[in-house]
């Protein structure tokens, strides 16, 4: 298939966590068509097996596909972590995919840490993906994991600038090994939403890392090499979910910080 400039970046989360990422790569590629796919149905993927996470997310990869997708984003660590080598294999070379974890990693790489502490879902943490690739760059780096699984729901039910999320998030990262970390990674694309409480709860003194804008400059980065950035003006994004109430609209508003409209569509039936 030969890909242009003008096809859309197909992205996808379980839910709304993915437009984290999708907001950072619209302020980065303004110029760029988005079709996002939220499969908030299936939502929380953080604790469903490996086998039904790689189910909804090929699915949701050939919808993407028939939207003539030029490259597609895995915009769910959780995704990224358990399904991304199955999508490649299912995807074959057809379109780039590209997942959350891997510009990260390369990034954290790139600096000088000592200790690093990686929090995100069950599915996230248990999969070892964050620490096996930090550790294969840096066999020296000290590598801490956590996973967090109120953070999901407590960010959903819009908890976040108060007592409740504040007493969560102390009592998660207070635990005593991630006493000295330099550098926190979100390993959830849900949590840059409560990237400033966490700073806060560690002075900011720690480097706090959300996949947001090294994601889009990554994609950036391989789009150009491919002469696959659009550089003409008229960017036409489109938003999905597989289940919706209008709560979700706010909610989803909240994570891309501006209007969308959000479509359902139902392809599970
Ligand atoms: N946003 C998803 C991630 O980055 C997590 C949400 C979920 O559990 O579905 O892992």
Same mark, same amino acid.
């Given at each position: 298939?030969?890909?242009s400039?003008?096809?859309?970046?197909?992205?996808?989360?379980?839910?709304v966590g993915?437009?984290?990422?999708?907001?950072?790569? /619209?302020?980065?590629?303004?110029?760029?068509?988005?079709?996002y796919?939220?499969? &908030?149905?299936?939502?929380?993927?953080? @604790?469903?097996?490996?086998?039904?996470?790689?189910?909804?997310? $090929?699915?949701?990869?050939?919808?993407?596909?028939?939207k003539?997708?030029?490259?597609?984003l895995?915009?769910? *660590? &959780?995704?990224?972590?358990?399904?991304?080598?199955?999508?490649?294999?299912?995807?074959?070379?057809?379109?780039?995919?590209?997942?959350?974890?891997? +510009?990260?990693?390369?990034?954290?790489?790139?600096?000088?840490?000592n200790?690093?502490g990686?929090?995100? &879902?069950?599915? &996230?943490?248990n999969?070892?993906?964050?620490? %096996?690739?930090?550790?294969?760059? @840096? +066999?020296?780096?000290?590598?801490?994991?956590?996973?967090? +699984?109120?953070?999901?729901?407590?960010?959903?039910?819009?908890?976040?600038?108060?007592?409740?999320?504040?007493?969560?998030? /102390?009592?998660?990262?207070?635990?005593?090994?991630?006493?000295?970390?330099?550098?926190?990674?979100?390993?959830?694309?849900?949590?840059?939403?409560i990237?400033?409480?966490?700073?806060?709860?560690?002075?900011?003194?720690i480097?706090?890392v @959300?996949?947001g $804008?090294?994601?889009?400059e990554?994609? %950036?980065?391989?789009?150009?090499? /491919?002469?696959?950035? *659009?550089?003409?003006?008229?960017? /036409?994004?489109?938003f999905?979910?597989? @289940?919706?109430? +209008?709560?979700?609209?706010?909610?989803?508003?909240?994570?891309?910080?501006?209007t969308?409209?959000?479509?359902?569509?139902?392809?599970?039936?």
């Open positions: 298939m030969k890909l400039p003008s096809q859309p970046i197909g992205i996808f989360d379980s839910g993915g437009l984290t990422v999708a907001h950072a790569i /619209r302020q980065l590629l303004p110029q760029e068509s988005i079709i796919f939220g499969d &908030t149905a299936h939502l929380p993927y953080g @604790d469903k097996s490996a086998e039904s996470i790689i189910c909804y997310s $090929r699915k949701i990869v050939g919808f993407l596909l028939e003539k997708c030029k490259t597609i895995v915009a769910c *660590n &959780t995704a990224s972590a358990v399904a991304f080598k199955d999508l490649k294999k299912f995807l074959g070379v057809q379109v780039q995919l590209v997942n959350v974890i891997d +510009p990260v990693t390369k990034y954290i790489g790139k600096g000088n840490y200790k690093v990686v929090i995100g &879902t069950k599915g &996230t943490i999969s070892g993906a964050y620490e %096996k690739i930090l550790k294969n760059n @840096d +066999p020296e780096l000290d590598v801490i994991s956590m996973a967090t +699984p109120l953070f999901v729901p407590m960010i959903e039910e819009g908890f976040i600038y108060d007592d409740i999320s504040n007493a969560i998030i /102390r009592s998660y990262l207070s635990d005593e090994k991630m006493k000295n970390i330099d550098t926190l990674i979100l390993g959830c694309t849900h949590y840059p939403i990237k400033n409480q966490i700073s806060k709860f560690f002075n900011f003194d480097n706090v @959300d996949s $804008r090294i994601v889009a990554y994609l %950036k980065s391989i789009l150009t090499e /491919r002469n696959l950035l *659009n550089t003409g003006n008229s960017p /036409r994004s489109q999905y979910v597989s @289940d919706f109430t +209008p709560y979700f609209e706010k909610v989803a508003m909240m994570f891309f910080e501006e969308i409209k959000l479509k359902k569509i139902d392809f599970w039936n």
